[in-house]
């Protein structure tokens, strides 16, 4: 196995690359795991689609981590049992149909197998509130589009390469909309968290 590769970023923080994408919750839960026995103080752990970032660092939890790493083994993340959100979703996006042909799916079936799959928040990024969710099998990845459009809007469900999403706000974008998410904030700054989907979430879409 290729062990993790630490970067620094700045004095109080390091990414760790992974060659294995995969391992990245079971690498996040460990650190986070090291965090709460206090052999680290760091402040966050942040996993991103190949890397964990480590902020709030001294440099002898740097050190610390650097030993945990030469040590770690990739296995199951072991987590809390985190609740389950379903969003209720029309799926009236205007590239269903082209999503379904791309799957040899009427619309019908492939809005009961989305339905159907339990999505995982894997990592946040690209505005705040939107969730990078994992779930469907390799096989279902959809291609983004050949062009972005100039707006995409607030609570789009959206699908792109091995992801699905939601559109916190009305933003350009070029995933494949498949939906609207109904009565659902995705960020609300006056909530805490403001995110509604954290990394770990469970994650259901309900026709």
Known sequence: ?????????????MLIEVDDASTVPALAAAIDAARAAGEIAA?????????????????VDAAVLADLLAEWEPGEAEQAEVALVEIAVA?????????????????????AEIAATEFTVAFCGFAP???YLTGLPEHRAVARRAEPRTSVPA?????????AG?????????WQLIGTALGVTL?????????????????????
Do not use: C, K, N
């Open 1 to 13: 196995m290729v062990q993790p590769r630490l970067i620094p970023m700045g004095h109080a923080a």
């Open 43 to 59: 402040r966050d752990v942040v996993p991103g689609a190949a890397t964990v970032l480590v902020d709030g660092l001294s440099r």
């Open 91 to 111: 799926f009236d996006g205007p590239d269903l149909a082209d999503v379904a042909a791309g799957w040899a799916l009427t619309p019908d079936q492939a809005i």
């Open 129 to 131: 509130g939107f969730a």
């Open 155 to 163: 609570g789009a469900v959206a699908l792109a390469g091995p992801y």
């Open 166 to 174: 939601v559109y916190p706000r009305s933003s350009p974008g070029g």
């Open 187 to 207: 960020w609300d700054e006056a909530r805490t968290p403001p995110a509604l989907l954290s990394p770990g979430t469970r994650v259901r879409f309900l026709p």
